[in-house]
């Protein structure tokens, strides 16, 4: 455990978690058996092709784990506490019934305010905590109107007016990165912006737990997340009815109610257990801000994508993340093809594990790898064709192109749009280097 | 036949297995497909060290780095960008311990929502009980910055945990 100087009362909650953690993780961790004489015989068989490869370091086969599907768009940001203390708090075996105590406006006064603005039906499992809640106000029944039980769960949350973060909640995924039904962003007439959107718990759709959500923010930064579940729980539980109980209206209604802001209003500021990043006084001024990378943002390298097109394309549409990372989906008038891009700097250091005795130099030095396999996703029919480069000073650019338009979706062609000799031309461009 | 400097590896790697790969699933966020490709990596890089490794001493707290330098490199080597909000692994690993329990399971999809730094940090400090000095050294970035990751880590495990730590701890 780390060492603590102060004796604050934080100080001591904050050393009791970490004993906890340490205790939980090693509860965790043993939990997890492995096949050992399988890892051991692999492992000196890497060993050995290392040993015989040398430079070339071997890439796990398995290792390929995508994990871009959900990326883009950031639905469930973490700035707030609403999703996972829900997700958490939905699989405790014993729900801890709502406090009345527990703020100003108390856990059980949530609940009780959730109850009045669903319409009739029999309530179980409430669940709620009030605004002087370490980790925040949330309320949570299970409402049945006679179709099934359905969770419904409304979480509260301040967030900076007009920052990133206020944006963000309430405007809609990324259709190309994320699989869902429906999903509309508006303004509402005292300016408050609000998302609703109807999609899956599990976004691989593992399980058919349907999701609608309802994320209002006002102008005033009150953040107000209703969700409901075709199921009684969010995880872990059947589905229990077709869709869930509240129409994509009545949803509305609830996130729009007056009481809610109120009850925002009455959270203390800066409670414990909000976010402490850079608010700690013993943490020097960090070396990194891991939330803004350096990297050229995304949008600069979806225009220079873009702008190293072959003509015969066109660009329908187009996406991409903060920093390192874009995307455009293209059309050659056979059909949509997927075109991903990353532009990372400073990679010398894995260099040699990405580009192998078969990687092929240039004669200004950069180095290329091709590749032309199946997608990531395990869509069906789906390759995905890999231009992979590094230029000297460690900058790398590696670009994929795939026969769908969505990476998730079964292939719609049977090539990408595309050439490998054009996305090796788009890689190696110059002007990527002129990006700084 | 044996390769020359090869004596004590095998015995070595039979015992340090089973550790690094539970350090790998929780690197991993319960990856147990993941956690088992950085083990043989892992074991992979140290076989042909292992005549400086061995000499060297602490080999244990050699192979952890190799396997948390492992793991962030595979991050960064990835063609595409990590988000909190990626997709869960799959936790139905059939190796895994029958009570498998939804609480460990809240903890493992915790550690899984945070970034992979986050994570390392998380798991060097409190799994394998480094410091923050050592910790920054595995990870090859300032002692300011492990800390600054491991306040944030530690709020985000807070929010995301609440009282099922409590109760996790207890069992």
């Known amino acids: 455990m780390p060492a603590e100087h102060h004796e604050s009362r934080h100080d001591v909650d904050a050393g009791l978690f970490e004993d906890r953690l340490g205790l939980a993780l090693r509860q965790a961790g043993d939990s997890f058996e492995a096949d050992r004489s399988g890892l051991v015989a692999a492992g000196e068989v890497r060993g050995r092709r290392l040993l015989l490869r040398r430079r070339a370091a071997v890439v796990g086969g398995v290792a390929a784990v995508a994990l871009v599907g959900v990326g883009g768009t950031l639905l469930v940001p973490w700035g707030g506490a609403a999703d996972g203390q829900q997700s958490v708090a939905g699989r405790r075996s014993t729900p801890t019934p709502p406090a009345e105590n527990d703020g100003r406006v108390s856990g059980a006064k949530l609940v009780h305010t959730l109850k009045k603005l669903l319409p009739q039906g029999e309530f179980s499992e409430e669940q709620g905590r009030g605004t002087g809640a370490e980790l925040g106000p949330y309320a949570q029944v299970v409402f049945d109107d006679g179709k099934g039980p359905g969770a419904v769960s409304v979480s509260l949350n301040r967030v900076e007016p007009g ?23 508006s303004r509402l007439s005292d300016n408050s912006t609000l998302m609703l959107f109807q999609g899956y718990e599990y976004p691989d759709r593992r399980v058919d737990t349907k999701r609608w959500t309802a994320d209002l923010v006002t102008p005033q930064g009150h953040h107000i997340s209703v969700s409901e579940w075709n199921a009684a729980a969010e995880k872990d539980a059947p589905v229990s009815r077709a869709n869930p109980p509240l129409s994509t209206d009545q949803l509305k209604q609830v996130v729009i109610a007056k009481a809610w802001r109120t009850a925002i209003d009455a959270i203390p500021k800066n409670p414990k257990g909000q976010e402490s990043q850079g608010q700690d006084p013993n943490a020097p001024a960090p070396e990194e801000t891991p939330n803004t990378p350096p990297g050229t943002s995304g949008a600069t390298i979806s225009q220079t994508l873009a702008s190293l097109l072959p003509k015969n394309v066109d660009v329908v549409s187009k996406g991409g993340q903060e920093t390192e990372y874009a995307y455009l989906v293209v059309d ?25 005795a078969d990687a092929e130099t240039l004669p200004d030095g950069t180095k290329v790898a091709t590749s032309q396999g199946p997608g990531e996703q395990g869509a069906e029919g789906v390759v995905m064709w890999t231009v992979d480069t590094i230029r000297t000073n460690g900058l790398r650019v590696v670009i994929s192109a795939f026969n769908t338009g ?15 000799e054009q996305l090796r031309e788009i890689a190696t461009s110059e002007k990527w280097q002129q990006l700084g | 036949m044996r390769l020359r400097g090869e ?22 966020g319960g990856d147990t497909h993941l956690a088992e490709d950085l083990v043989q990596e892992t074991l992979g890089r140290l076989y042909v060290s292992w005549r400086r490794v061995s000499r060297v001493g602490n080999p244990a707290g050699y192979a952890q780095t190799v396997l948390t330098r492992t793991f962030l490199a595979h991050q960064r080597r990835r063609s595409s960008t990590e988000r909190a909000t990626d997709v869960l692994p799959d936790l139905a690993d059939p190796h895994s311990a029958a009570d498998d329990t939804p609480l460990r399971l809240t903890l493992v999809e915790a550690l899984g929502q945070l970034s992979a730094k986050d994570r390392a940090v998380v798991v060097l400090r409190y799994w394998e009980d ?20 491991c306040v944030r880590a530690l709020g985000r495990l807070r929010v995301l945990l609440g009282d099922g730590l409590s109760e996790y701890a207890a069992r």
């Open chain 1, 163 to 185: 920052s990133e973060e206020a944006r963000q909640w309430t405007q809609c995924p990324d259709r190309n990165l994320m699989s869902y039904d429906r999903c509309t962003s």
């Open chain 2, 7 to 28: 004596d004590g590896y095998a015995e070595f790697a039979a015992a340090r297995a089973g550790h690094l790969y539970r350090s790998a699933c929780l690197l991993t």
């Open chain 2, 130 to 149: 480094r410091s923050i000095e050592e910790t920054a050294d595995v990870m090859n970035v300032s002692s300011a910055a492990v800390r600054t990751r």
């Open chain 1, 332 to 356: 050659d008038g056979k059909g949509k093809s997927f075109l991903q891009i990353n532009v990372q700097p400073d990679m010398s250091d894995v260099e040699h594990q990405l580009f192998g």
């Open chain 1, 406 to 420: 969505r990476q998730h979706d079964p292939a719609t062609r049977e090539t990408p749009a595309l050439t490998m």
